[in-house]
């Protein structure tokens, strides 16, 4: 009897490139389960299933933990490939775990660790889209690039990233799950950035949703962070997640916020730490009900009421008085 493999993974760049990295390594049938960027509760969509092997990629263990125990305990074989908080790690002889919470790592880096570099550009690809620029360029250091080409890898990257980010699939350019199969096919990314239909016509879309982006000004700013709040339209929250990983590179000295309404009296929240000092967006967005890594992390449905206490925790943890004390 064939066992069932399941694979479940982010459904932004850096799930996408690492699981194009695992089934390039060992092709094989699987069930994919994926969504929007912010839909990371995906274990408790099979928690039912028995004596699988399952894969999973990108996705708090911490947040997935009670589905997790349960698949182990129904006979299932999981391998567990992330970069967020996870917490106490299940000590079970089905469960093998792949995770480092460090702020310079990926999950695609972490599958690149596993088989040895055996398809970087991937990993790269991943890296940028991830916002993790310069493990990306520590990454094509060891490879002979153009400067052409790792400019393509990085499109490349905040393009599938920024199809990730949405409230609904309704919101997204692609489904992940199609995406992923357009993009499976090629062994390098730039073969994909150069010959697949879906490149350029997120190219374009991308554009388009960023004249309104850029059209809007900051709500507030500090020295310790700025604050940008979108209205209730699909651009805004497709846009979120590459306009932040930008503006927190044009200004790496701020943490950032950026609030996307959802006409039901809260917000989509973004939140990035200042580049120059990494930490503390996860420790911001648990506080109130979000979670994510020390670098960026976000806050799914927060109510607007509660946008002062936000900006007043933002302000405090950014602060960089406190920071260098």
């Known amino acids: 009897m064939t066992t069932q493999h399941i694979d479940v993974f982010n459904g932004d760049a850096d799930g996408l490139c690492a699981l194009q990295q695992l089934r390039l390594h060992q092709p094989l049938a699987s069930e994919r389960i994926t969504g929007v960027k912010r839909d990371i509760r995906l274990l408790s969509r099979i928690q039912e299933r028995t004596g699988c092997s399952i894969t999973v990629l990108d996705i708090s263990l ?143 879309h991308f554009q388009q949703d960023q004249r309104q982006a850029q059209a809007v000004a900051p709500a507030a700013e500090t020295e310790a962070f700025r604050f940008f709040r979108f209205p209730n339209e699909a651009w805004g929250r497709r846009i979120a997640g590459v306009f932040s990983n930008e503006q927190i590179r044009e200004a790496p000295d701020q943490g950032l916020v950026v609030l996307v309404e959802n006409g039901r009296g809260g917000g989509l929240v973004s939140v990035r730490a200042p580049l120059s000092r990494p930490s503390g967006a996860d420790v911001i967005c648990r506080s109130l009900g979000g979670g994510g890594r020390s670098k960026a992390a976000g806050i799914n449905d927060l109510p607007l009421e509660q946008v002062p206490e936000l900006l007043e925790t933002v302000a405090r943890v950014f602060d960089p008085q406190v920071s260098q004390s």
């Open 62 to 204: 911490d947040v997935n933990r009670a589905p997790l125990l349960q698949l182990l305990e129904q006979q299932n074989t999981i391998r567990y490939f992330d970069h967020h908080f996870a917490g106490a790690l299940p000590d079970h002889p089905h469960f093998t775990s792949f995770i480092d919470p460090d702020p310079e790592v990926c999950t695609s880096t972490l599958v690149d660790r596993h088989l040895g570099g055996a398809y970087r550009l991937w990993a790269l690809a991943g890296a940028f889209g991830d916002n993790q620029h310069r493990t990306a360029q520590e990454l094509a250091a060891t490879l002979n690039l153009s400067e052409a080409d790792l400019a393509l890898l990085r499109e490349t990257g905040e393009l599938l990233n920024y199809n990730g980010y949405g409230e609904t699939l309704q919101d997204l350019h692609y489904a992940p799950e199609d995406l992923f199969n357009q993009l499976h096919p090629f062994e390098n990314p730039l073969d994909f950035a150069r010959l697949s239909e879906a490149l350029p016509a997120l190219r374009e």
